[in-house]
């Protein structure tokens, strides 16, 4: 239901829900459906009316099991792949010009789904808005959080006129920039950790080709490595690929220095040869769209007593680069019900949410900058490949007892820090493995050919 006042006879609990992102819409799906009374307060328009794509900023995002199983706990997953391309693995565009494929996984469903983020949110917000406790209020900023009431001050983007909104539970699902983390945390021994990368992004597109048909492969994600920049690209249903172009903002070369035609096409000529020739629009595009901004936040509390909490972004930004940070947010919200359920007293369960989050999601960030290094400088490497086909042959021979990180990070939803332990056992196993297999064989080589020379000096 879109805007409107909520009857003063409705006895439910009542939830006010600032941000009606990936995080936001998603959870107010699942408190609807727990018996809440919903207001979701948004500062943008409604995004199935005005797309904010439009503006250079669509952002695909991979969606993979963590995000995939919340979304089917509430009915939606259907709906959401209908509109997404699978991608059965990476195909990396090295500086050398050799193109090589690496699968996702082993299995058939080890893959991810390449979705643009409007339309996703368009499904969630639907499937909220369908609920009868339900209530969007596009085009208002939360401005002031009481998070003793709890209460938030949302003013409207339209006319400037402000209104105080009380609520039994006010959760922050306002992005990596949380308006509502800020004042929850106002005054209390919170701690509070936000890095910036010094490279952002920008959004490039491959358009379809003349002939209607994708200029690349498109069930994928197309990696191009480099020192300088990276590039990745996400699949469409039309066939067109949406890049995200990653770069320093200062040195050389850097965003910084790309600002004329010239400038655009030396870059790409030397760096991205094979992509520039797939993008008509990069000249445009570079000097158009928008830089976007790239942040780790490690924050806690992520609570207070049973009135306000937080999820998805707000509560832990992670750098794009294992492309699990929506995943998470999705896993937030369920998570969350299952501690509202498991706990009769909010208090409780908003603790045990934390409890059961926090120390996950501070593992995503790690993985997550790690993941950086690894498609910037090393994915084309001899090394890498052959590490990851010998993770794939154990994994296949060895099945639930040998899972690669990749496979446990974006294939199950194993807690990351459990992912991380895991694979951190496994290195040392196949590390010894390899130990023992050179000791075995120096002692061998040793043996026969001291057996050799006694064999010879008895002759
Ligand atoms: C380039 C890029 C690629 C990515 N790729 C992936 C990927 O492949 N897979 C993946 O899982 N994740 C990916 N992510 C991460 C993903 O986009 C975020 O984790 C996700 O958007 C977080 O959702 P959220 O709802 O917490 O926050 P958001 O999506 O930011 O939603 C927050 C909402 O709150 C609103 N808001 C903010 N302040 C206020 C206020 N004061 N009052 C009212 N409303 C407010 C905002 O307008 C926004 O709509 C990617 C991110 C980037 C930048
Ligand atoms: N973890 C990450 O690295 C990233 C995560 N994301 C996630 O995806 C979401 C949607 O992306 P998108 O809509 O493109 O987000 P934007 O980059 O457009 O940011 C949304 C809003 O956040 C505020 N903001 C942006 N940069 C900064 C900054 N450096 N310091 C303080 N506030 C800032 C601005 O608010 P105002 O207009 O009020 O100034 C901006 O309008 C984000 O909200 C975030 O949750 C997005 C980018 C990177
Ligand atoms: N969404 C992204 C955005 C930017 C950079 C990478 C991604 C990825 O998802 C990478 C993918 N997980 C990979 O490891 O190949």
Same mark, same amino acid.
């Given at each position: 239901?879109?805007?409107?006042?909520? #009857?003063?006879?409705?006895?439910?609990?009542?939830?006010?829900?600032?941000?009606?992102?990936?995080?936001?819409?998603?959870?107010?799906?699942?408190?609807?459906?727990?018996?809440?009374?919903?207001?979701?307060?948004? $500062?943008?328009?409604?995004? $199935?009316?005005?797309?904010?794509?439009?503006?250079?900023?669509?952002?695909?995002?991979?969606?993979?099991? @963590?995000?995939?199983?919340? %979304?089917?706990?509430?009915?939606?997953?259907? &709906?959401?792949?209908?509109?997404?391309?699978?991608? =059965?693995?990476?195909?990396?565009?090295?500086?050398?010009?050799?193109?090589?494929?690496? #699968?996702?996984?082993?299995?058939?469903?080890?893959?991810?789904?390449?979705?643009?983020?409007?339309?996703?949110? +368009?499904?969630?917000?639907?499937?909220?808005?369908?609920?009868?406790?339900? @209530?969007?209020?596009?085009?208002?900023?939360?401005?002031?959080?009481?998070?003793? =009431?709890?209460? !938030?001050? !949302?003013?409207?983007?339209?006319?400037?006129?402000?209104?105080?909104?009380?609520?039994? %539970? !006010?959760?922050?699902?306002?992005?990596?920039?949380?308006?509502?983390?800020?004042?929850?945390?106002?005054?209390?021994?919170?701690?509070?950790?936000?890095?910036?990368?010094?490279?952002?992004?920008?959004?490039?597109?491959? #358009?379809?080709?003349?002939?209607?048909?994708?200029?690349?492969?498109? &069930?994928?994600?197309?990696?191009?490595?480099? &020192?300088?920049?990276?590039?990745?690209?996400? #699949?469409? /249903?039309?066939?067109?690929?949406?890049?995200?172009?990653?770069?320093?903002?200062?040195?050389?070369?850097?965003?910084?220095?790309?600002?004329?035609? +010239?400038?655009?096409?030396?870059?790409?000529?030397?760096?991205?040869?094979?992509?520039?020739?797939?993008?008509?629009?990069?000249?445009?595009?570079?000097?158009?769209?928008?830089?976007?901004? %790239?942040?780790? !936040?490690?924050?806690?509390?992520?609570?207070?007593?049973?009135?306000?909490?937080?999820?998805?972004?707000?509560?832990?930004?992670?750098?794009?680069?294992?492309?699990?940070?929506?995943?998470?947010?999705?896993?937030?919200?369920?998570?969350?019900?299952?501690?509202?359920?498991?706990?009769?007293?909010?208090?409780?369960?908003?603790?045990?949410?934390?409890? +059961?989050?926090?120390?996950?999601?501070?593992?995503?960030?790690?993985?997550?900058?790690?993941?950086?290094?690894?498609?910037?400088?090393?994915?084309?490497?001899?090394?890498?490949?052959? *590490?990851?086909?010998?993770? =794939?042959?154990?994994?296949?021979? %060895?099945?639930?007892?040998?899972?690669?990180?990749?496979?446990?990070?974006?294939?199950?939803?194993?807690?990351?820090?459990?992912?991380?332990? @895991?694979?951190? =056992?496994?290195?040392?196993? /196949?590390?010894?493995?390899?130990?023992?297999?050179?000791?075995?064989?120096?002692?061998?080589?040793?043996?026969?050919?001291?057996?050799?020379?006694?064999?010879? *000096?008895?002759?």
């Amino acid at each position: 239901m879109m805007d409107g006042h909520r #009857p003063t006879n409705d006895r439910r609990d009542r939830a006010v829900i600032v941000g009606a992102g990936l995080a936001g819409s998603l959870a107010a799906v699942y408190l609807a459906r727990r018996g809440y009374a919903v207001d979701v307060y948004e $500062r943008r328009d409604d995004p $199935r009316l005005a797309p904010a794509g439009l503006a250079g900023r669509s952002i695909n995002l991979g969606l993979s099991a @963590r995000g995939m199983s919340a %979304l089917r706990e509430v009915g939606l997953l259907d &709906e959401v792949l209908k509109r997404s391309v699978p991608m =059965r693995g990476r195909v990396v565009h090295s500086p050398d010009g050799t193109v090589s494929f690496q #699968p996702y996984g082993v299995r058939e469903h080890q893959i991810l789904h390449s979705v643009l983020r409007d339309e996703l949110i +368009a499904v969630v917000v639907d499937a909220a808005d369908a609920q009868p406790g339900v @209530r969007f209020h596009f085009g208002w900023r939360m401005q002031r959080l009481d998070r003793d =009431r709890p209460s !938030v001050t !949302v003013v409207s983007e339209a006319d400037g006129t402000s209104t105080e909104v009380t609520a039994d %539970l !006010v959760v922050g699902a306002d992005g990596a920039f949380s308006t509502v983390r800020q004042q929850l945390q106002h005054g209390l021994r919170a701690n509070h950790a936000q890095e910036f990368l010094d490279w952002g992004y920008k959004e490039l597109t491959i #358009p379809v080709g003349d002939d209607g048909q994708p200029r690349v492969r498109l &069930e994928a994600l197309h990696v191009w490595p480099g &020192e300088h920049a990276m590039m990745v690209a996400h #699949p469409n /249903l039309d066939g067109s690929l949406t890049c995200s172009l990653f770069m320093a903002f200062e040195g050389e070369p850097s965003l910084a220095t790309l600002t004329s035609p +010239a400038a655009i096409r030396a870059f790409f000529q030397q760096h991205f040869p094979d992509a520039e020739a797939l993008m008509p629009h990069l000249v445009e595009e570079i000097l158009d769209h928008p830089t976007g901004h %790239l942040v780790t !936040v490690r924050t806690a509390p992520w609570h207070h007593a049973d009135r306000v909490v937080l999820v998805g972004d707000a509560a832990h930004a992670v750098y794009p680069f294992y492309g699990q940070g929506m995943n998470s947010s999705f896993e937030d919200c369920l998570v969350l019900d299952q501690c509202l359920a498991a706990h009769p007293d909010r208090g409780a369960a908003l603790a045990a949410y934390q409890t +059961a989050r926090k120390t996950h999601t501070d593992v995503l960030a790690d993985l997550s900058t790690q993941n950086f290094e690894d498609l910037r400088a090393r994915v084309h490497r001899p090394g890498y490949a052959l *590490r990851a086909a010998a993770d =794939r042959v154990l994994n296949r021979l %060895l099945a639930d007892r040998w899972t690669p990180l990749y496979t446990m990070v974006a294939h199950t939803t194993t807690p990351y820090a459990e992912a991380l332990a @895991r694979s951190r =056992r496994q290195d040392r196993l /196949l590390r010894w493995s390899a130990a023992g297999a050179v000791a075995a064989g120096t002692t061998l080589a040793y043996l026969t050919t001291r057996t050799l020379a006694r064999a010879g *000096r008895g002759r």
